[in-house]
């Protein structure tokens, strides 16, 4: 099986994630897509952000009210030391279901500082790089950028996702100041 690989907080999971998740079960050519929580991102500082089991829990609530998706929350990451590299992840995945073949999906605004992140190489020639786009973010650029810089037979994959232009900070921030957001959570 191809399996997309989407890691992230989702602090919370919300219509722009459900659209990313229609698109990948639907028009991109992979059979499944494991959404893996993050506890959390090594590049940010430690925030306020819901507890990983909660936010695990939250998103396996939600992905069940989609049955037409072809989404497994994975908790893979919950179990394994920290920093949780992505590299790990994929090893780690891959060594669990040895016969599939797996691809990390991330948001072009994301794919600009992938050569900073442990094991870029390895991720980009072993596993591939499937990106949505971002508004704000020329993904074609970047990964002329990064064909260019980084390792030989990268994989970059380019993918016509629809744009949703609401972020899980936006949203927290919005609840925060006392605004009714349950219209943009999945």
Not at 74 to 98: F, G, V
Not at 111 to 117: A, K, N, S, V
Not at 179 to 184: C, E, L, N, P, Y
């Amino acid at each position: 099986m191809r399996i997309a690989v989407y890691p992230g907080s989702f602090d919370p999971l919300h219509i722009g994630h459900l659209a990313i998740l229609e698109y990948l079960t639907t028009d991109a050519e992979f059979d499944m897509v494991y959404l893996i929580v993050s506890p959390q991102n090594p590049f940010k500082s430690p925030e306020k952000a819901a507890n990983a089991a909660e936010r695990y829990r939250a998103a396996a609530e939600a992905v069940g009210r989609h049955p037409e998706l072809r989404v497994k929350v994975d908790d893979i990451e919950l179990s394994m030391p920290a920093p949780q590299y992505t590299i790990r992840t994929l090893d780690a995945l891959r060594e669990r279901e040895p016969g599939n073949e797996f691809s990390l999906v991330m948001g072009a605004d994301n794919l600009g500082g992938l050569l900073r992140w442990k094991d870029a190489g390895r991720i980009l020639r072993e596993y591939g790089v499937t990106v949505y786009p971002r508004r704000g973010f020329d993904a074609e650029a970047i990964r002329r950028e990064i064909l260019e810089q980084g390792p030989e037979d990268c994989r970059i994959e380019l993918i016509d996702a629809p744009i949703v232009d609401i972020s899980s900070t936006e949203i927290r921030e919005r609840e925060a100041a006392g605004d009714d957001m349950s219209g943009f959570l999945m």
